[in-house]
């Protein structure tokens, strides 16, 4: 099929569903992903549809929902990447986990792959709407107050820890911005604090990632101690201190050396 | 009061620039065990070796009897009645078992000095026999496996009086039931008014037997105790000696077809009827003592030794590997336990990497440099060595990064199975994880790995299925929830 014949089938698609995703439009139009994502990009530049994650929405379309979750420029860094790869290799096939909100729970998302048969509860929008994209995984959206910052869209207070009251994951993956073996686990987001802690509460073992830059920072509000958790997941840059840390304190660390 | 028979005054060492000794300050009286220990890298041997006459101190004083000595090399050394054992020590495949345990100081007839073959046999079979080690003295070294060969270099240490022994990490890659004759056989020396500075990592076995303990960190002493009770079980606090260690980053594999099978494989030395699988991705240990015959399967696998009977067959098709050439051919790498066998020390990082897969970087046989600096690149960022060591020869590097640049090399070359013989024996610990975890990821993606190792903890924390061998086959197979290290232990003991 040649290019413009893909693109008006993509266009079609878009004018029937309201939005399509990268995943299948490559199983119908028998093309690869990277000339799918060409096309896409070609066609957003004529100003006919905007590309989010997974896929793309029409241009016009006027939801307010879908036009702030279709963020079209965050960060691709390797180093984000990296570690949601290694992180989504820990889950194994079938299991109940929780993603906490921000990017890495977003790479991680993103790195999930459509044999995972898993079930995931999120609180982040973002990651809702990525894993949209895999038919075999059920998705549970915890409701709550909404709120937005430079990295996420998700809900938090009283009603969403009310609501994750009712469930039992098998892993939590929760990022932090500070891991200190002193200080804690920490973060900047006050309004984030209680969900956190109770998607901590709610699994059997949690799982946190973090960038290599984080091991060693003090941020705002102290979570939990360092070695209150189960795994550690981030890439293989992280400072030889920590791994040392872990060794000592029998935690498993997972890193990515991206070969 | 016991006499201090040698002291070690503000030894000061660097190389390169990089401080490894601070002023360190350490000394041993007769007749006692006195234990160093402290993580890989930190200047334990470094300092054993000064006092060995290996290396000079750059500053410092090393005192023997209360007498000042002047500047000395390890023959002199010798002469003052100083021996320093390590793992290499024993090492020159090509002489017998004999020879190797009297490699500097062969006795000889004390009128004639006519070497006195006598005399070394008596006491080579004392030693031995000591250790209920049985091999002949006659036999080539190079075709014992590597765990024979350091029982031979502990039997040699049995044979030496020398006034002061300096051991240097000669437990590694031994199980406990190996050691256990020789700890007892090292008090009876001690007994006897040798006295020995003792570098290890059994942490368990210092405070069995040591009589002083000294911890170094950075290149300085840190600490400096007398062995007791007391202080072990404040020690164990601090250091959590834990011999079930839960830490290692095993990912779920989803291993896949078979890549590699093992048929009944027997070779003159040391294989009796082999028979192993391993698959697509798949983690798979060799746990085996002394004898057992692991390195001689490494080998043969690599085309290393020679075969005799058997079938090797890689993704289903029967292949006879005869040389290293042929092993690299269909896509198998080595690494040695001695790293440095696999790496040319005096080449830097970015050649040794393109070492095996020349033809990668070349353009009609002409070498592309630029090519060739960035596919090594490509390895050594992901793998966190520094910049300006790229271009140093890599004997320079610490073992750890040594390491790196090994499997870079063979990742490098497409390798689709990896044999690793004490893959991290020696490495500190932030190595270790690295290398866990690089294991981990490469196996996620395809890699299969067959590790030999004497470390139970290891091969039940990281493999998917471990073998246990004894006398050439295969005893055991372990996998799933069966794989715990009780049960390894209960197979190396049945």
Not at chain 1, 40 to 45: M, Q, V, Y
């Amino acid at each position: 099929m040649f290019a413009e014949q893909r693109q008006q089938k993509i266009m079609h698609m878009l004018e029937e569903y309201q939005q399509v995703d990268v995943s299948s439009l490559t199983s119908v139009l028998s093309a690869s992903e990277a000339t799918i994502r060409r096309d896409l990009e070609k066609l957003e530049r004529a100003g006919l549809l905007c590309r989010t994650h997974g896929g793309a929405i029409l241009a016009e379309n006027n939801s307010p929902v879908l036009q702030v979750i279709a963020q079209k420029d965050y960060p691709r860094d390797s180093e984000v990447e990296s570690i949601g790869k290694t992180a989504s290799r820990v889950i194994e096939p079938g299991e109940v986990i929780a993603i906490g909100s921000g990017l890495l729970g977003l790479a991680l998302a993103r790195n999930l792959g459509n044999d995972s048969h898993c079930t995931i509860v999120t609180n982040d929008a973002m990651i809702m709407t990525e894993l949209l994209g895999y038919g075999q995984t059920g998705v549970i959206m915890v409701g709550g107050l909404v709120h937005k910052n430079d990295d996420a869209v998700f809900t938090s207070g009283e009603p969403a820890i009310r609501m994750l009251e009712e469930f039992s994951v098998s892993k939590a993956f929760l990022s932090v911005d500070g891991v200190n073996t002193e200080a804690g686990l920490t973060i900047q987001n006050f309004e984030y604090a209680l969900i956190w802690k109770k998607l901590m509460e709610i699994a059997s073992e949690t799982v946190i990632m973090a960038m290599p830059g984080a091991f060693g920072k003090r941020g705002l509000v102290r979570l939990v101690p360092a070695k209150a958790v189960q795994r550690y997941v981030t890439t293989g840059s992280v400072n030889e201190e920590f791994k040392r840390y872990c060794y000592d304190h029998n935690i498993p660390i997972h890193l990515g050396f991206d070969l | 009061m016991q006499e201090q028979v040698c002291f070690l005054k503000n030894i000061s060492k660097s190389f390169h620039g990089i401080p490894v000794l601070r002023q360190i300050s350490i000394g041993l009286y007769r007749g006692e065990i006195h234990a160093i220990i402290g993580d890989n890298g930190v200047g334990k041997s470094t300092l054993m070796r000064i006092l060995a006459g290996f290396v000079s101190c750059d500053k410092g004083e090393v005192f023997l009897d209360g007498v000042l000595l002047p500047p000395y090399n390890q023959y002199q050394a010798v002469r003052h009645g100083i021996t320093y054992i390590a793992p290499d020590s024993v090492c020159v495949p090509d002489m017998t078992v004999l020879e190797n345990m009297f490699l500097e100081d062969y006795p000889r007839h004390p009128v004639s000095h006519i070497l006195d073959h006598q005399t070394a046999k008596e006491r080579a079979d004392a030693a031995l026999q000591l250790l209920r080690f049985q091999v002949p003295l006659g036999q080539r070294l190079g075709s014992l496996g590597t765990a024979e060969r350091k029982l031979v270099m502990l039997a040699s240490i049995l044979c030496h009086k020398s006034k002061i022994l300096i051991l240097d990490e000669v437990a590694l890659g031994l199980t406990e039931y190996e050691l256990e004759s020789f700890y007892k056989e090292l008090i009876a020396l001690k007994n006897q008014g040798v006295s020995i500075f003792l570098v290890t990592q059994d942490l368990k076995k210092v405070f069995e037997i040591a009589d002083q303990i000294t911890m170094i960190s950075g290149g300085a002493a840190v600490w400096s105790q007398r062995n007791s009770r007391a202080f072990f079980e404040d020690i164990c606090q601090k250091i959590s000696i834990e011999i079930e260690k839960n830490a290692f980053p095993k990912l779920p594999s989803r291993p896949g077809g078979e890549v590699l099978r093992v048929e009944e494989l027997y070779n003159a030395s040391a294989l009796r009827g082999v028979n192993l699988s391993l698959r697509k991705g798949e983690i798979v240990g060799v746990l085996g003592t002394a004898g057992s015959g692991r390195t001689s399967l490494a080998r043969s696998l690599f085309g290393l030794d020679r075969t005799c009977k058997g079938r090797v067959v890689l993704s289903g098709k029967a292949v006879r590997i005869r040389s290293a050439a042929e092993a690299k051919r269909h896509r198998i790498g080595f690494m040695e336990e001695l790293t440095s066998a696999g790496l040319v020390p005096h080449l830097n990082c970015v050649e040794n990497i393109t070492l095996a897969n020349v033809d990668g970087v070349s353009h009609v046989a002409l070498l592309d440099l630029k090519l060739e600096r960035s596919s090594a690149a490509y390895y050594l960022e992901r793998l966190g060595i520094e910049g300006y060591k790229w271009l140093r020869p890599v004997r320079e590097l610490s073992r750890g990064e040594q390491q790196k640049v090994l499997l870079s090399k063979w990742l490098f070359s497409n390798t689709r199975i990896m044999i690793l013989d004490e893959p991290t024996i020696a490495l500190d610990i932030a190595s270790r994880v690295d290398v866990y975890n690089i294991l981990s990821e490469l196996a996620g993606g395809g890699i299969s790995f067959l590790i030999m190792s004497s470390d139970i903890g290891e091969l039940a924390g990281m493999c998917d299925r471990v073998y246990v061998m004894r006398g050439g086959v295969m005893a055991h197979e372990l996998t799933g929830e069966a794989l715990t290290i009780k049960q390894l232990v209960k197979c190396l003991s049945s």
